[in-house]
């Protein structure tokens, strides 16, 4: 397969917006879509202030610098994204909705289009049975934020071919990034590990072992984890946490899966995390006082 030149990123938050940075900064033309033109004005702001502090910062030329905000287009039509060599989707974590992408961008982009999926934990081998090219769809993991996280998990459907396999390593590695192969079980390498982790953290929250405090203070000194557990569900966000534990559960078939109840009851009162003020931590006073990001 011929190197990636052009690439699409459909979903315009924080992670489609940080995977098509890290293209354009990377020389790759990028097309960036959402429906939303909202979300598409304020990724393209964000986009071209993280570029501009890069090189205030040294870590890019201002070379680099114009040619990245030259590569970025962003479009609210799909259709513009019909001569791209991949298409990385990074929206909602829904199967269904992940489905009717793909099977859209299956008519629209050409035959030898890779279409990679940013899900963290859905079936690949699912996703790619919604198109007529099984062999070209793949899990493309990136961390958050994609910018700054060094790690891209790939995962292999059932038919995924080792051209795009290859092809998709080696674009994580043109972006600088480490990569691990995972094969196409329930939660893959990263999420099965960590999320059973945050899960047991709501549990010891939840009956009264320690406080939210002591338990992410516990991880970060005790293990020297950088975040604690319920300040990274906080940050991931809970309801993405939640689906996740959904999804563990459902594919790997084992109740010890089951999202803890204080979980799930945050998620039903709207206590997402940093993205709605509050979560297992509240936001909104830090931030008024801060008049910026909040503290834990």
């Not at 397969?1 to 940075?21: N, S």
């Not at 000194?221 to 939640?242: K, Q, R, S, W, Y």
Request: glycine share 8%; with cysteine.
């Amino acid at each position: 397969m011929a190197d990636i030149t052009r690439m699409g990123v459909v979903g315009a938050g924080q992670m489609g917006a940080g995977i098509a940075q890290l293209a354009a900064v990377n020389g790759v033309d990028v097309w960036l879509y959402d429906l939303d033109s909202e979300a598409l004005t304020k990724a393209q702001k964000s986009i071209s202030n993280n570029i501009q502090r890069l090189l205030t910062k040294g870590q890019i030329s201002q070379a680099t610098s114009v040619d990245a905000v030259k590569r970025l287009r962003c479009s609210s039509r799909l259709e513009d994204l019909h001569s791209v060599d991949i298409v990385v989707e990074a929206i909602v974590e829904s199967e269904q909705v992940k489905k009717s992408l793909f099977a859209s961008l299956d008519k629209i982009v050409k035959s030898s289009a890779i279409l990679a999926s940013n899900t963290s934990s859905i079936s690949i081998t699912r996703l790619a049975s919604a198109t007529s090219r099984p062999s070209q769809v793949i899990g493309m993991h990136f961390m958050n934020p994609p910018p700054i996280m060094k790690l891209v998990e790939i995962i292999r459907g059932a038919d995924t071919s080792e051209d795009a396999y290859c092809a998709t390593k080696c674009l994580a590695e043109r972006f600088g990034k480490t990569v691990i192969c995972s094969q196409d079980y329930s939660g893959f390498i990263v999420n099965r590990i960590l999320m059973p982790m945050i899960n047991e953290a709501f549990h010891t929250l939840y009956t009264g072992v320690a406080t939210k405090e002591d338990i992410d203070t516990g991880m970060k000194l005790g293990t020297n984890h950088p975040m604690g557990p319920l300040e990274l569900a906080d940050f991931i966000g809970l309801d993405v946490c939640l689906s996740i534990m959904n999804v563990l559960q459902a594919g790997l078939g084992d109740d010890k899966y089951a999202p803890c109840p204080l979980l799930v009851q945050y998620v039903d009162a709207g206590r997402l995390g940093k993205k709605r003020g509050v979560g297992v931590y509240d936001y909104r006073n830090a931030a008024a006082k801060t008049g910026g990001s909040p503290r834990l």
